[in-house]
């Protein structure tokens, strides 16, 4: 196991600074807000009808907790598709925002030529590939990525970037205060939760120490349970470690029911629960019953309260949490964050007949 608090061990075992992505998200959430949000959308005469964002990874990912904010606030139906054909009722009323940082996202090429086809309005999010090359083909608004991370771990532009461009096309109002708020949010949770930041101080640190040897299961809710999602993720691409996520209140109605049967599976995981002031009178309740549940079963039930005021600082309070959990999990366990081994093998795979 490793020592969280010798910076030494950082310098070993990360070489490519990971923490670094962490550190740098409120710029990026800063600057791909900015960038989206300028960008010429033009509704159809009738407005949209429904919004899709395409994209698989981080960034569907940034899809997923921008539908997790904004559901109750679009005036449209919006939808995040994580595969490579679009549903039957796309038209020319629909806004489809593509997303791939290499641009190369066979699933997201897939749906972007069927977007056109159908003659959707068309935003790409990439910093290049054969998406932006359709970008300039067609003459459709581009929002380039400004990052050269190695593996497009970018989630501050997936998730920004779209908020901008559903505000450049008119179906959310202007973010600019919540925007600043959830860098100040982030820049203040990076000075507690950093490399330098000790242990006994770091939540962040003593959560990665709880699940070692454990299978981590986070809950989500509402606004959270994208987030839950980020976490899993996260943990599988750092850690190299598998994780499960449930939503409240869906578990409610079915995955208590298998509470009393797991006494095994309770010595050997954790469950986090991420809860915001957002979440619905009622998914608080349940989460404090939820909690009784677990601990009368014999479960291991932890805590992670989102900061912040606006819905955006907290969604990105609690991604950034994770984040670091995730980096901090890797690391105690001696292992390079960034580099990833199964990923481009099964994409060679793909490749071949």
């Given at each position: 196991m490793q020592n969280l608090d010798d910076i030494q061990t950082y310098l070993t075992l990360d070489p490519q600074r990971a923490y670094q992505r962490a550190l740098d998200l409120p710029h990026e959430i800063e600057n791909a807000y900015a960038a989206g949000a300028a960008l010429a959308v033009t509704p159809p005469e009738d407005g949209f009808r429904h919004v899709l964002v395409a994209?698989?990874?981080?960034?569907?990912?940034?899809?997923?907790?921008?539908?997790?904010?904004?559901?109750?606030?679009?005036?449209?139906?919006?939808?995040?598709?994580?595969?490579?054909?679009?549903?039957?009722?796309?038209?020319?009323?629909?806004?489809?925002?593509?997303?791939?940082y290499s641009g190369n996202t066979e699933e997201v090429l897939s749906a972007t030529e069927q977007?056109?086809?159908?003659?959707?309005?068309?935003?790409?999010?990439?910093?290049?590939?054969?998406?932006?090359?359709?970008?300039?083909?067609?003459?459709?608004?581009?929002?380039?990525?400004?990052s050269d991370d190695p593996a497009g771990e970018v989630i501050g532009w997936m998730t920004?970037?779209?908020?901008?461009?559903?505000?450049?096309?008119?179906?959310?109002?202007?973010?600019?205060?919540?925007?600043?708020?959830?860098?100040?949010?982030?820049?203040q949770a990076n000075t507690a939760l950093?490399?330098?930041?000790?242990?006994?101080?770091?939540?962040?640190?003593?959560?990665?120490?709880?699940?070692?040897?454990?299978?981590?299961?986070?809950?989500?809710?509402?606004?959270?349970?994208?987030?839950?999602?980020?976490?899993?993720?996260?943990?599988?691409?750092?850690?190299?470690?598998?994780?499960?996520v449930d939503v409240l209140p869906e578990l409610n109605h079915n995955a208590i029911e298998g509470y009393e049967y797991c006494a095994e599976v309770w010595r050997r995981s954790i469950v986090l629960q991420l809860r915001s002031d957002y979440d619905h009178a009622r998914v608080s309740r349940r989460f404090d019953l939820t909690?009784?549940?677990?601990?009368?079963?014999?479960g291991n039930p932890a805590l992670v309260r989102a900061k912040g005021n606006s819905a955006l600082a907290q969604l990105f309070s609690l991604v950034v949490f994770g984040d670091w959990v995730a980096y901090y999990t890797a690391i105690i366990s001696g292992l390079d964050p960034i580099i990833e081994e199964r990923i481009p093998k099964f994409k060679e795979a793909m490749q071949k007949p």
């Open positions: 994209g698989m990874g981080g960034a569907g990912m940034g899809g997923d907790l921008v539908y997790g904010l904004a559901q109750t606030q679009l005036p449209v139906p919006m939808q995040v598709l994580h595969g490579y054909d679009l549903p039957a009722y796309a038209n020319a009323a629909s806004l489809f925002i593509a997303c791939s977007a056109l086809s159908k003659g959707c309005r068309v935003v790409a999010i990439a910093k290049g590939g054969a998406l932006a090359q359709l970008a300039q083909t067609h003459r459709l608004p581009w929002l380039k990525i400004a920004a970037g779209v908020l901008g461009v559903l505000v450049a096309a008119k179906l959310l109002p202007a973010l600019d205060a919540d925007i600043a708020e959830t860098c100040a949010v982030l820049a950093n490399i330098e930041s000790p242990a006994r101080r770091n939540p962040a640190k003593r959560i990665a120490g709880q699940f070692m040897d454990r299978l981590p299961i986070i809950y989500g809710a509402g606004l959270t349970a994208a987030v839950a999602q980020r976490w899993k993720t996260m943990l599988n691409s750092y850690a190299k470690m598998l994780a499960a909690t009784r549940f677990l601990l009368e079963a014999g």
